[in-house]
């Protein structure tokens, strides 16, 4: 049987019943994005004229969408379901709705893609019919079954990635103990947490202690824990060390390479018996941890330099992962901006998407803070841009080199008659509760010259202020 144009099923009156019967929307694209069919639903929810809609192409609407899956569906050749939001059309100023769009992309004998079927369901249409039929018929819906606590997810599209988590995969069941090496930003603690979680301890706790973090004249003590009186200014109860809040789990030492040579000794005893001993304590206890170490310096140079025993270097190095940078997997760019991207609108309760502009800039730019860098970036941009604004079409200059340039060109002199800066107020990401109640000081207490003096806008100035829990009644503020 010879092959039926679509043409010809397009004229058949039969088929046209037939779609314009079902109560989804539906539309027939050509390669180029011209329409070549729209069914009644879609011509109610837009009040358009069939024949208007024929004379049109999917770029026509890019302006009222989040999100093309025509694109998608074109540039991936395979079947894509997206989230779309949208105005409703069918009042005047009506709200931004929500629909899940499909695009199926149908392919010519040489597989390139010939036309695009897609297909979109109103979800409130659907939870409102759902919900009628239920009543109507007098079934109580289920109770939604509590899902697990997702695992952690890694975002994964370069080939680096893709095979080093092959490789955590077959180790994250062993007992062995793992390094991790990594520039600053670069993840180590998200992939300490999925090797945790895809290991037999994975019920029991993954205790994270960052080297770094504490004093060295504190930090035995909350490693270790200590005996209630052991010394003035103890807990009188004493206090169980975070290594002894492991037992059973995972031991993560996280910037290891600052730990003090005082300490170093002590936590290879620990590593080696599986024990820890309080301070003040007459005996050890039997403590059972497997144990991630992360660095983002070079143990072995640190140990010919004298500033890392070389015991413990080696007591540590049993199976070495490192991580790539971010700018040397460019490929995971994009899926890393995307992905929080989804997590800040979530969080935010806010709608937004990245223009296409937007992520070759992202794409071409090295991210030397790499994934925190990214995630702060978008953040930034998600908190910053209108909250009516759906689409952020561009990036405001220096946004994504500020730290860089500041770096290479030093502390520039402070215009005559303006605040001079405060250190690190350029990455607005970073900035502390010191820093704003310091420039909310600074300022008299204004927040729209707060806001300028930091080099953030208002709405972001409000939203740590919010997230820091600053008084309104502060002493620094109008």
């Known amino acids: 049987m010879d092959r039926i144009s679509f043409d010809d099923l397009a004229q058949s009156s039969l088929l046209s019943l037939i779609l314009d019967n079902v109560d989804v929307g539906v539309m027939v694209y050509s390669a180029a994005g011209d329409v070549l069919f729209v069914n009644t639903t879609m011509i109610n929810w837009r009040n358009i004229p069939r ?255 004298g500033t890392f025993r070389e015991d413990l270097y080696y007591r540590l190095h049993v199976i070495p992962i490192t991580i790539p940078p971010v700018r040397s997997r460019k490929d995971d760019i994009v899926p890393l901006c995307l992905h929080f991207l989804e997590y800040f609108c979530k969080k935010y309760d806010l709608k937004k998407s990245f223009s296409d502009r937007v992520l070759e800039e992202v794409q071409q730019y090295d991210w030397p803070g790499n994934v925190r860098e990214i995630r702060n970036f978008v953040e930034r941009m998600v908190v910053m841009t209108p909250p009516a604004a759906v689409m952020i079409s561009s990036i405001p200059s220096g946004m994504l080199n500020d730290a860089l340039a500041d770096t290479e060109r030093g502390a520039e002199e402070p215009l005559p008659g303006t605040v001079p800066p405060l250190p690190g107020t350029r990455n607005a990401a970073a900035l502390d509760r010191e820093t704003i109640l310091a420039a909310l000081a600074a300022c008299g207490g204004n927040r729209g010259k707060t806001a300028e003096y930091l080099g953030i806008s208002r709405r972001y100035l409000q939203y740590k202020i919010r997230e820091y829990h600053i008084s309104p009644r502060c002493r620094y503020e109008t």
């Open 51 to 305: 024949q208007e809609y024929l004379k049109m192409n999917v770029r026509d609407f890019r302006d009222v969408l989040d999100v093309c899956v025509f694109d998608l569906a074109v540039q991936e050749k395979r079947r894509v379901s997206r989230l779309q939001y949208y105005q409703d059309f069918r009042k005047t100023g009506g709200p931004t709705r929500v629909r899940v769009v499909t695009a199926t992309p149908i392919f010519d004998s040489v597989g390139g893609v010939e036309c695009v079927v897609v297909m979109l369901q109103d979800v409130e249409d659907f939870e409102a019919r759902r919900a009628a039929l239920l009543a109507q018929h007098q079934i109580m819906p289920k109770a939604p079954i509590q899902p697990r606590e997702e695992k952690v997810s890694i975002v994964a599209k370069s080939l680096e990635i893709r095979q080093l988590i092959s490789v955590l995969g077959n180790i994250a069941p062993l007992d062995s103990t793992v390094l991790l090496y990594g520039e600053s930003g670069s993840g180590k603690e998200v992939f300490t947490h999925y090797i945790h979680e895809h290991s037999s301890r994975a019920d029991k706790p993954l205790v994270a202690v960052n080297c770094a973090a504490f004093p060295e004249n504190l930090i035995e003590a909350e490693l270790f824990g200590y005996e209630k009186g052991s010394f003035t200014g103890a807990n009188r109860e004493g206090k169980v060390g975070l290594v002894e809040a492991a037992d059973g789990g995972t031991l993560f030492l996280d910037e290891i390479n600052s730990l003090p040579l005082s300490v170093q000794g002590k936590v290879l005893r620990m590593i080696e018996e599986k024990s820890v001993q309080r301070i003040g304590a007459v005996r050890a206890k039997p403590v059972d941890f497997r144990l991630i170490a992360a660095t983002n310096r070079d143990l072995r140079a640190m140990v010919q330099e």
